[in-house]
């Protein structure tokens, strides 16, 4: 397959490019790649080469992902590329993001072969993640609009890390994102992922407010680094001060990992409070992952508190909702459920 000529991109001064897919700006030089490692100049044009390039393909539970009012209990088909834009040094999937194209077994697939392999698997979604799909928005606009033909959700993992022009394009056939809210500080956005703390709130105030796309929000708890009670407080106080009470929130647990290693994995009770505090500031659902925990990846009804999506690990157990209310007091709750 050949390389994809790359939307979002214009020519800039010295004979480079300016790609504009996402707040980093890269300037490329002919024959040279952007942060990502995915977009190149090549004859003064701006090419997708990670596009048609999945690096493999997975059939996950939804809840994975991590979703829990989106689908409960389906199967969602998985796949990324190589590359990411943002340079988390706790990176949990460092050997596909942090990989060229060139140092990693890359299949080929268009766009019309990821959706009959969605078809194939009888998964009623597809989901973009493993890196960062922004990379691949090319890709990913062209496959969800076939999808979106099929009756195949689409639904993005990311870092919301993505310009505002172009977000409004790649998101036009998603009807699910989950975005990785990692910290709520500056300094641990730069110092730590080498990109924007308010770029990426301006983008889940743009997906909770002008689309309708069903939004859940991901926050990866580090020893020492994200995880005081302070921090979580204000991150929970701005999610329901902007987003709402029910916008889900999953606080996971981190292990050592590429350039963190140093780092202890995350106790238990870190995620506790975490939970705690964010059930306290208001927020009807809230999830911890990566450990077993029963009660911590339920969903309770927010008004009577009885369990309606009873879960262990990425299982579902037991659904016990009603034309997506409580069975119980006929509360509604928040999600797209089948």
């Not at 496959?143 to 993992?157: G, L, P, W, Y």
């Not at 859940?216 to 204000?234: A, C, F, K, R, V």
Request: overall charge neutral.
């Amino acid at each position: 397959m050949n390389h994809k000529l790359a939307k979002w991109w214009e020519p800039h001064e010295n004979g480079k490019i300016l790609c504009t897919l996402c707040p980093r700006y890269c300037t490329i030089g002919k024959g040279q790649k952007g942060f990502c490692y995915i977009r190149e100049n090549i004859d003064d044009k701006l090419y997708s080469i990670g596009y048609g390039k999945p690096t493999g393909f997975a059939v996950d539970p939804i809840e994975k992902k991590p979703l829990s009012h989106f689908l409960p209990g389906t199967n969602v088909l998985s796949f990324g590329t190589a590359g990411c834009n943002l340079g988390c040094k706790f990176c949990q999937n460092w050997t596909t993001s942090k990989s060229q194209i060139d140092d990693i077994h890359s299949l080929e697939a268009t766009p019309e072969q990821v959706v009959n392999l969605a078809k194939k698997y009888r998964t009623p979604s597809i989901a973009y993640t493993y890196n960062d799909p922004t990379i691949f928005g090319e890709y990913v606009i062209d496959i969800s609009k076939i999808a979106r033909e099929e009756n195949i959700k689409s639904v993005m993992v990311t870092a919301g890390y993505i310009d505002k022009k172009a977000r409004k394009e790649i998101y036009k056939y998603i009807d699910a994102a989950n975005v990785d809210l990692k910290a709520f500080t500056e300094t641990f956005y730069r110092k730590l992922t080498f990109s924007h703390l308010n770029d990426i709130l301006d983008t889940l105030l743009w997906l909770k407010n002008e689309t309708d796309i069903w939004l859940e929000i991901t926050t990866l708890l580090i020893p020492g680094e994200n995880d005081s009670e302070n921090e979580i407080m204000q991150l929970c106080s701005w999610v329901i001060k902007n987003l709402g009470e029910n916008v889900p929130i999953h606080f996971t647990a981190f292990h050592p990992d590429f350039k963190m290693k140093n780092k202890p994995r995350t106790p238990s009770v870190t995620l506790d409070m975490a939970r705690n505090i964010a059930i306290k500031e208001g927020i009807n659902y809230v999830y911890v992952g990566n450990v077993h925990n029963l009660e911590g990846q339920t969903t309770y009804c927010p008004n009577c508190n009885e369990p309606v999506i009873t879960r262990d690990w990425h299982s579902v157990l037991d659904i016990k909702l009603k034309d997506s209310k409580c069975y119980k007091c006929g509360e509604k709750i928040a999600g797209v459920f089948q």
